[in-house]
């Protein structure tokens, strides 16, 4: 059986990033300030048009955080963005009103900040994260790292929900089973091409985006790891207690993490992990497309 591919090529973007302690994201890492880039992903489907995935900073970000206690999240992690995405794409060629969909790995400012740039896409993200956060104060969406004024007015009537993941991403990748360490997935597309991957613990309504492309796989999978070392499979460079604190499950956390280096170890090379702030994804590819 030859597997239908209609996704041709993907890029990643960085759209800005923000300066924290690398011990925080990585064990070990010491105090020093590191830059943690905010990458999207932009894919085309031949048929869907361009999927992006997530939007990164946004000038948008410092309009929201000027007030308290918004202002909080801008000094916790000082964020720099040297050009927006909108221009990046422009400069490729790509007026933001043909992006058709903009998936969301989930709500904090550094994923969703650009939402308003794009107007006439189809959003798409999970609804049970998203009713989370709609149940809380102000406060407490900042402490979630949510800025509610980040959405556009139109926000619900523009999203396609989703609350069921029905599908084994092991055996959408033909793998065996494997009990403890499963991931799930509901089809973006039903042409088997796309999917949404529910990765719970980092943030409520977290997902991935698994595409198939030349026959391998990529899964973008967000904030579900930070850095090559949180792939470790012995589970040695594993996120601090201070980034724990900030998790929506940090026991979930590490399931779901548990579940994509067990992904990777049994896919090998017919599966690409991609982390929205792994900087290590550039060495090797720095105009970061992927063919
Ligand atoms: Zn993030």
């Given at each position: ?60 970000f410092f309009v929201q ?109 033909r793998l065996d089973a ?114």
């Amino acid at each position: 059986m030859i597997d239908y591919n209609p996704i041709k090529q993907f890029k990643i973007y960085q759209a800005g990033h923000c300066t924290h302690p690398g011990c925080v994201a990585e064990k070990g890492c010491g105090i020093e300030p590191r830059e943690f880039p905010a990458y999207v992903a932009l894919i085309e489907h031949e048929r869907y048009g361009l999927i992006l995935f997530d939007t990164g900073y946004d000038p948008e970000f410092f309009v929201q955080t000027r007030s308290f206690p918004e202002s909080l999240y801008a000094r916790t992690t000082p964020v720099t963005l040297p050009v927006p995405l909108v221009e990046q794409l422009l400069a490729d060629g790509i007026d933001q009103k043909v992006i058709r969909h903009l998936v969301l790995s989930h709500f904090h400012a550094d994923h969703i900040a650009g939402l308003k740039r794009f107007t006439e896409a189809t959003f798409v993200a999970d609804e049970r994260g998203y009713r989370k956060l709609m149940t809380m104060g102000r406060w407490r969406q900042v402490m979630q790292g949510f800025l509610k004024g980040l959405l556009p007015s139109d926000f619900e009537s523009r999203t396609a929900f989703v609350n069921d993941y029905p599908d084994s991403v092991r055996s959408i990748l033909r793998l065996d089973a494997w009990k403890y360490c499963n991931l799930q997935a509901a089809p973006l597309f039903k042409d088997g091409s796309t999917y949404l991957v529910n990765l719970p613990g980092h943030a409520a309504g977290h997902i991935g985006l698994l595409f198939r492309m030349n026959g391998k796989w990529v899964l973008l999978c967000g904030d579900a790891y930070w850095t090559q070392g949180n792939l470790d499979p012995g589970g040695n460079g594993r996120p601090s207690w201070l980034a724990r604190l900030i998790m929506d499950s940090p026991r979930q956390f590490d399931t779901t993490l548990d579940a994509i280096v067990r992904l990777r170890l049994d896919a090998g090379d017919r599966l690409k992990v991609i982390g929205s702030h792994d900087s290590s994804i550039a060495q090797g590819n720095p105009t970061l497309e992927f063919v």
